[in-house]
């Protein structure tokens, strides 16, 4: 399905992916973010598992409201907002220039340039948008808008902001506000991922999440499953050097992995795709996307130096909705080489069993 979007006066084309049409059981959904973001694994978020919801606005209602919940009781993160202002008492620094223009207008204020702690900063603005975006929507069950209502007094001197001025790659995290990481890839997707405006400048909430913002859910995703249940195969997102005999490397790409897993000397690299379409149409029929398997391929032997076929990469698509699948395994240079799919519309325990499989084809686990 496609959709036009209209951002900050620019109209870019968006493939978008039905929830629940085209691959996806909504609860899945929820499993996928609570390994994706092992913070929903915690006790608070867990009866959510036995709710029943019917859109994904609800479902991400749900989630915003529990996680808010949990940011309340600690407190909302505060820092320091510079501000000007003129006062009867010195603060801060004085600004000499406005000062005397006040006293040669008979005014006794100093003009006064201080820091102050405020809970009015970028974080708790982008929550109180995301919060009232979804209580404006009829999709969202009226316990969960409840919730959100009530959780919005406390945001009472908080600013919204509109999501174009997001700068979401600048958003900084360390030691007193790393709690929000998860709130704000939350808000991310309902402000980003979720919302359109009409050619008559209305704007609507999607029933569907764009295919970027999928595509790096089911990387987190499968990242976070091995992560939690393999810890001994070190799941990580690895770069790999270039195994350059000459010339210069920073000329050369990054090569950075979705999903590196270690036993020993054997390593399987998994590359995360999701796509609309898994194979690509040629003259003489479906294929392999072609730079998929180059990228795979390259990142596979340039890991095996040693030339020992311990290292495997494998290509895993989100199933999709075609009739040619992909199950392909290949021994390309003496390494092994698999495309496979992944069906998203399964009950979880399906999907854990398909993973569970690729670890035990590959390290015999």
């Not at 390259?298 to 199950?327: F, S």
Request: hydrophobic share 40%.
């Amino acid at each position: 399905m496609n959709r036009q979007s209209c951002r900050s006066g620019k109209i870019d084309c968006v493939v978008y992916f039905m929830i629940d049409q085209n691959g996806i059981r909504l609860k899945n959904i929820y499993y996928m973010l609570s390994y994706a973001y092992q913070v929903l694994r915690q006790s608070c978020y867990q009866k959510m598992q036995t709710e029943k919801f019917e859109h994904i606005h609800d479902l991400l209602a749900a989630i915003l409201g529990k996680g808010v919940a949990q940011q309340l009781k600690q407190g909302l993160y505060r820092e320091y907002i510079s501000k000007s202002d003129c006062l009867t008492v010195m603060r801060g620094k004085l600004n000499l220039t406005e000062t005397m223009q006040n006293f040669m207008q008979h005014k006794q204020m100093l003009a006064c340039e201080y820091d102050e702690l405020s809970e009015n900063n970028r974080l708790n603005q982008i929550v109180k948008t995301a919060i009232k975006v979804l209580i404006k929507q009829e999709t969202v069950q009226k316990q969960w808008k409840a919730m959100l209502k009530k959780e919005l007094l406390f945001f009472d001197q908080i600013d919204e902001i509109a999501p174009s001025a997001v700068d979401w790659e600048r958003l900084y995290f360390q030691k007193n506000n790393q709690n929000y990481q998860m709130l704000m890839n939350l808000c991310n997707l309902i402000l980003e991922g979720m919302i359109f405006t009409t050619e008559q400048g209305t704007v609507k909430m999607a029933s569907f999440l764009d295919e970027q913002r999928m595509s790096r859910l089911y990387e987190k995703f499968i990242l976070g499953y091995y992560q939690v249940h393999h810890p001994n195969l070190q799941a990580n997102a690895e770069q790999i050097r270039w195994d350059l005999e000459n010339g210069r490397v920073d000329f050369l790409p990054v090569m950075q992995t979705d999903i590196t897993l270690r036993q020993g000397e054997k390593v399987l690299i998994i590359d995360a795709k999701y796509y609309k379409e898994v194979m690509q149409t040629r003259f003489e029929g479906k294929k392999i996307r072609s730079e998929h398997l180059y990228q795979i391929f390259a990142y596979v032997k340039n890991l095996d130096r040693e030339h020992t076929g311990k290292v495997g990469g494998m290509l895993l698509y989100a199933q999709t909705g075609e009739i040619v699948q992909p199950e392909e395994y290949f021994s390309i240079g003496g390494n092994p080489i698999w495309v496979r799919t992944l069906n998203l519309n399964l009950p979880f325990l399906e999907i854990s069993k398909q993973l569970e499989r690729i670890v035990q084809e590959f390290f015999g686990e």
